[in-house]
């Protein structure tokens, strides 16, 4: 039996967490909404709750807790604060991938930032685990 993925999710508003979460709700993983910040994450969790069985759902507040339980981190934040988020994450995200599904943020910069982990920038939300990491 496979064991279940976790997905540490970095975004800047509960609206991202949101509609990053609705693509894994028929996935059997964790989904962890990771924010410094977590007024409304609370709402978008109950959300996922009611909506999936095999999705669970927590929200941290800290990033670097959250991203050392993850097998992959998705990062949504704009560009002023992508330096920040990867110094909290970097000492945990060793040999993970980091998906970026921001627009505006330096690929090349960010992969500067965690030069350990796999960045990748996707132009859309992945709509399964397999696509993050090419995993069954």
Not at 5 to 27: G, N
Not at 86 to 107: M, P
């Amino acid at each position: 039996m496979a064991t279940k993925k976790t997905i540490a999710v970095i975004t800047s508003s509960p609206a991202k967490a949101s509609a990053i979460a609705d693509a894994f709700l028929h996935e059997k993983c964790n989904l962890l909404l990771l924010a410094n910040e977590t007024d409304g994450y609370d709402k978008v969790s109950a959300a996922i709750k009611k909506k999936s069985r095999s999705c669970k759902t927590e929200v941290h507040h800290c990033m670097k807790d959250g991203c050392w339980e993850a097998d992959a981190i998705i990062m949504d934040v704009g560009r002023e604060d992508e330096e920040d988020v990867a110094s909290l994450i970097k000492e945990v995200a060793t040999q993970k991938v980091v998906i970026n599904i921001t627009h505006d943020c330096d690929d090349k910069k960010l992969q500067q930032l965690l030069p350990y982990s796999r960045v990748t920038t996707l132009s859309e939300i992945p709509s399964s685990f397999k696509d993050i990491i090419g995993d069954d």
